[in-house]
């Protein structure tokens, strides 16, 4: 038995996906940590550069380095500090330094990652369409929480994700070509046709242009015939939330709630469970 049949056995596959996840989602949390600052700091020397003045210099700063670190003491994380769920169990959700409680986010995110990774794997099997399924569950976990955070969509990953979608169905994994490229187009002017209507009408922005372009991608990934459905499932979740925000939490009707997170449900949904939704709604009438 070669090492590609042995994995190719669900028993096998699917726990070795679960901890694959478990994995990526301790470096999505460094993504979703640093991107942001990344990004923002190379707008500050693209503007200093424009104006004409000397940004003042920064420690080196990106995905690998430096080193991960707590915030409160700048303890270093070692290695055994950074096992996915089983550092933070074993440290009580605690800095071992200086004892300050660490974001439940981090488990969160190692755990949703793993969940989702091995659930694409027992959905489509050791395939080109679960590791397909892997890369668009890894990027809609990522993107759901940097928009969370900061209200940004990256265009360092909608883009790359839109491309990998037309890629992977250049050889037909999830859709034909041409209904992800009418997938792709159609689900950032969907969204783009809803900013520019509700701008003219109030003269404010009703979403960000980060939006389109996540839109757009799981279109490339999905096909067009997806996307009624993403937007019905990212609209109603979002108009669920957005009312009990406001009614119990007081949260303020001018104050914008990211409609990224919820895009990236609906994406997740329409790929494992698109189609039979669909027809079930279909079967209704």
């Not at 003219?200 to 009703?206: M, Q, S, V």
């Given at each position: 038995m070669t090492p590609i049949d042995f994995l190719r056995d669900p028993a096998v596959f699917v726990p070795t996906c679960i901890v694959l996840g478990l994995c990526v989602g301790s470096f999505l949390n460094v993504v979703i940590h640093r991107l942001p600052t990344i990004m923002e700091?190379?707008?500050?020397?693209?503007c200093a550069e424009l104006s004409g003045t000397e940004s003042p210099a920064a420690e080196k700063?990106?995905?690998v380095v430096p080193r991960s670190r707590c915030p409160s003491c700048g303890h270093g994380i070692t290695a055994l500090e950074n096992i996915p769920l089983i550092s933070y169990f074993a440290l009580g959700g605690k800095c071992s330094a200086c004892k300050t409680q660490i974001p439940s986010r981090y488990p969160l995110v190692e755990a949703l990652t793993g969940l989702l990774s091995g659930y694409a794997a027992w959905r489509f099997g050791f395939s080109t369409a679960a590791f397909g399924a892997l890369l668009f569950?890894?990027?809609m976990v990522a993107l759901a929480f940097i928009d969370l955070d900061t209200s940004?969509?990256?265009?360092?990953?909608?883009?790359?994700?839109l491309w990998a979608g037309l890629l992977f169905n250049l050889f037909g994994i999830f859709t034909d070509l041409k209904s992800a490229v009418i997938g792709a187009a159609g689900g950032y002017l969907a969204l783009w046709s809803v900013f520019w209507s509700y701008r003219?009408?109030?003269?404010?922005?009703?979403m960000g242009y980060g939006d389109f372009k996540l839109l757009g991608a799981i279109g490339a990934w999905l096909g067009w015939k997806m996307l009624p459905l993403a937007i019905l499932l990212s609209s109603v979740a979002g108009a669920a939330?957005?009312?009990a925000l406001i009614a119990f939490a007081r949260h303020g009707r001018d104050?914008?709630?990211p409609f990224g997170p919820y895009l990236a449900v609906a994406g997740l949904m329409a790929l494992f469970h698109g189609a039979?939704?669909?027809q079930r709604y279909l079967d209704l009438f």
């Open positions: 700091r190379r707008w500050r020397a693209e700063f990106n995905l569950s890894w990027a940004y969509l990256p265009d360092n990953i909608t883009l790359p994700l003219l009408a109030t003269g404010k922005d009703g939330i957005g009312i104050t914008p709630i039979a939704i669909t």
